[in-house]
Protein backbone atom coordinates (compact mmCIF):
# COMPACT_ATOMS: atom_id res chain seq x y z
CA UNK A 1 0.00 0.00 0.00
CA UNK A 2 1.01 3.38 -0.65
CA UNK A 3 -0.73 6.46 1.30
CA UNK A 4 -0.78 10.06 -0.15
CA UNK A 5 -1.22 13.02 1.30
CA UNK A 6 -1.94 16.40 0.24
CA UNK A 7 -2.10 19.84 0.91
CA UNK A 8 -1.60 23.71 -0.25
CA UNK A 9 -5.37 24.06 -1.70
CA UNK A 10 -7.79 26.94 -0.96
CA UNK A 11 -9.36 30.45 -2.51
CA UNK A 12 -7.22 32.35 -4.68
CA UNK A 13 -8.20 35.22 -7.40
CA UNK A 14 -7.79 34.69 -10.91
CA UNK A 15 -4.18 35.56 -11.69
CA UNK A 16 -2.77 34.32 -8.13
CA UNK A 17 -0.85 31.37 -7.74
CA UNK A 18 -0.99 28.57 -5.15
CA UNK A 19 1.27 25.24 -4.69
CA UNK A 20 0.00 22.10 -4.01
CA UNK A 21 2.35 19.05 -2.43
CA UNK A 22 1.51 15.63 -2.39
CA UNK A 23 4.18 13.06 0.24
CA UNK A 24 3.49 9.96 -0.25
CA UNK A 25 4.57 6.63 2.17
CA UNK A 26 4.07 2.94 2.43
CA UNK A 27 5.64 0.42 0.35
CA UNK A 28 7.23 2.73 -2.26
CA UNK A 29 9.31 1.59 -5.13
CA UNK A 30 11.00 2.30 -8.43
CA UNK A 31 10.18 3.35 -10.96
CA UNK A 32 7.36 4.85 -10.34
CA UNK A 33 5.17 7.81 -11.73
CA UNK A 34 3.20 10.74 -9.94
CA UNK A 35 1.08 12.98 -11.01
CA UNK A 36 -2.26 15.39 -10.20
CA UNK A 37 -5.21 15.04 -11.61
CA UNK A 38 -8.24 16.88 -11.33
CA UNK A 39 -12.06 16.91 -11.18
CA UNK A 40 -14.76 19.56 -11.85
CA UNK A 41 -18.32 19.40 -10.77
CA UNK A 42 -20.10 17.89 -13.77
CA UNK A 43 -16.24 16.75 -15.31
CA UNK A 44 -14.48 13.92 -15.57
CA UNK A 45 -11.21 13.62 -14.00
CA UNK A 46 -8.57 14.49 -16.33
CA UNK A 47 -4.68 14.15 -15.71
CA UNK A 48 -2.82 17.72 -14.99
CA UNK A 49 0.81 16.92 -14.68
CA UNK A 50 3.01 13.93 -14.37
CA UNK A 51 6.58 13.51 -13.40
CA UNK A 52 8.52 10.17 -13.56
CA UNK A 53 11.66 9.54 -10.85
CA UNK A 54 13.91 9.91 -13.67
CA UNK A 55 12.78 13.30 -14.33
CA UNK A 56 10.37 13.10 -17.44
CA UNK A 57 7.54 15.49 -17.32
CA UNK A 58 4.02 15.77 -19.32
CA UNK A 59 1.57 18.39 -18.79
CA UNK A 60 -1.88 18.88 -20.10
CA UNK A 61 -2.06 21.22 -23.00
CA UNK A 62 -4.67 23.69 -20.96
CA UNK A 63 -1.87 23.92 -18.03
CA UNK A 64 1.43 24.15 -19.96
CA UNK A 65 3.43 27.25 -19.45
CA UNK A 66 1.21 27.79 -16.03
CA UNK A 67 1.71 25.38 -14.21
CA UNK A 68 5.10 22.94 -13.12
CA UNK A 69 5.15 19.78 -11.77
CA UNK A 70 8.51 18.63 -9.69
CA UNK A 71 9.37 16.37 -7.50
CA UNK A 72 11.85 15.12 -4.06
CA UNK A 73 12.78 11.86 -4.79
CA UNK A 74 14.26 11.83 -1.37
CA UNK A 75 11.03 13.12 0.64
CA UNK A 76 8.74 10.47 -2.03
CA UNK A 77 6.88 14.33 -2.27
CA UNK A 78 5.52 15.67 -5.24
CA UNK A 79 4.97 19.18 -5.84
CA UNK A 80 2.51 21.49 -8.14
CA UNK A 81 3.06 25.16 -9.03
CA UNK A 82 0.30 26.83 -10.05
CA UNK A 83 0.67 30.46 -11.75
CA UNK A 84 -2.02 32.12 -14.05
CA UNK A 85 -4.53 30.41 -12.06
CA UNK A 86 -7.81 31.02 -14.18
CA UNK A 87 -11.68 30.21 -13.25
CA UNK A 88 -11.68 27.36 -15.06
CA UNK A 89 -8.57 25.59 -13.15
CA UNK A 90 -10.93 25.59 -9.98
CA UNK A 91 -11.39 21.54 -9.47
CA UNK A 92 -10.61 18.93 -6.77
CA UNK A 93 -7.00 18.31 -7.56
CA UNK A 94 -6.02 14.42 -6.91
CA UNK A 95 -2.10 13.27 -6.22
CA UNK A 96 -1.66 9.93 -8.10
CA UNK A 97 1.33 7.20 -7.63
CA UNK A 98 2.24 4.63 -10.09
CA UNK A 99 4.38 1.92 -9.94
CA UNK A 100 4.09 -1.55 -11.60
CA UNK A 101 0.53 -2.68 -11.81
CA UNK A 102 -0.61 -0.33 -8.67
CA UNK A 103 -2.45 2.58 -8.85
CA UNK A 104 -2.72 4.80 -5.69
CA UNK A 105 -5.07 8.30 -4.99
CA UNK A 106 -4.93 10.74 -2.53
CA UNK A 107 -8.39 11.94 -0.72
CA UNK A 108 -8.29 15.45 -3.15
CA UNK A 109 -7.63 18.84 -2.20
CA UNK A 110 -10.01 21.61 -3.14
CA UNK A 111 -8.83 24.09 -5.55
CA UNK A 112 -11.21 27.48 -6.25
CA UNK A 113 -10.23 30.33 -8.12
CA UNK A 114 -12.29 33.09 -8.32
CA UNK A 115 -12.85 35.77 -10.67
Known amino acids: QVQLVESGGGLVQAGGSLRLSCAAS????????MGWYRQAPGKQRELVASIANGGTTNYADSVSGRFTISRMNAMNTVYLQMNSLKPEDTAVYYCNWVGGPYVYWGQGTQVTVSS
Open 26 to 33: GRIFSPNI
